[in-house]
């Protein structure tokens, strides 16, 4: 049980905190799904997680990932980019999360500290991180549940913004994420199009999902 919980929270630390498009790695004897392209549809529906929602756009390529051990739906504007727009839904057995998202704030501080060694020793608000700049760390709603939203940015190559909700749900604990260059979200044309698959989210009625 515990090398299953470390296994979880190693994996959702990696694939969630990094500004590629998504990092594709499993623990020892896991099998790793190929990845199903969706069709043109702008509606994303998943019977597994028991969600839908509106990609940011048509054109974006879906990944799906309902069957991992790290269940996911990855929507990208280019996957051969790693600077590519993303937005994606994951969905963890809330044990691989017991504190929500002052975890994933914690996971997020440790991959860029300046330190990441010293870093895992430390209070969360002792680590520094100099590439890493906090913008949000709030409650609020979603999808009609109350969340924490937590919204950040590296600044590297290029200066990457995430904006990120997370709630439980039944047994489970959602990330719902939207990622791309600043410079997209600064325009209007661009945070809209996220608002928009942001507020689109819904669980579907019928989920047996626990």
């Known amino acids: 049980m515990m090398r299953h919980l470390w296994c979880g929270i190693l994996l959702v630390t990696l694939w969630l905190a990094g500004t590629a498009a998504g990092t594709h790695t499993a623990c020892a004897q896991e099998k790793t799904e190929p990845n199903a392209r969706a ?15 509106t990609k940011p756009d048509r054109l974006w390529t879906v990944l799906n990932e309902e069957d991992s ?7 990208l504007a280019e996957e051969s980019d ?15 999360m017991p504190n929500g998202m002052e975890a994933r704030l914690r996971q997020v501080k440790i991959s860029y500290a300046d330190n990441r060694r010293l870093a895992q020793s430390q209070d969360t608000a002792d680590i520094a991180a100099s590439q890493l700049r906090i913008l949000k760390f709030e409650k609020t709603t979603f999808a009609g ?39 997209l979200w600064e325009k209007p044309e661009g945070a809209a199009m996220f ?3 942001f ?9 047996s999902r626990k």
């Open 39 to 53: 069709a043109s549809p702008p509606e994303v529906v998943s019977e597994v997680l028991g969600i839908r929602f």
């Open 69 to 75: 051990s790290l269940p996911k739906l990855v929507c």
């Open 82 to 96: 790693t600077w590519s727009p993303r937005f994606a839904v994951l969905a963890l057995p809330s044990i691989i």
């Open 145 to 183: 549940r109350d969340a924490m939203l937590f919204v950040y940015e590296i600044s590297g190559e290029k200066n990457y913004r995430t904006v990120e909700y997370g709630f439980s749900y039944q047994n489970n604990f959602y990330i719902v994420q939207a990622a791309a260059p600043t410079e």
């Open 195 to 197: 608002d928009r698959s």
């Open 199 to 207: 507020k689109s989210f819904s669980f579907l009625k019928s989920s």
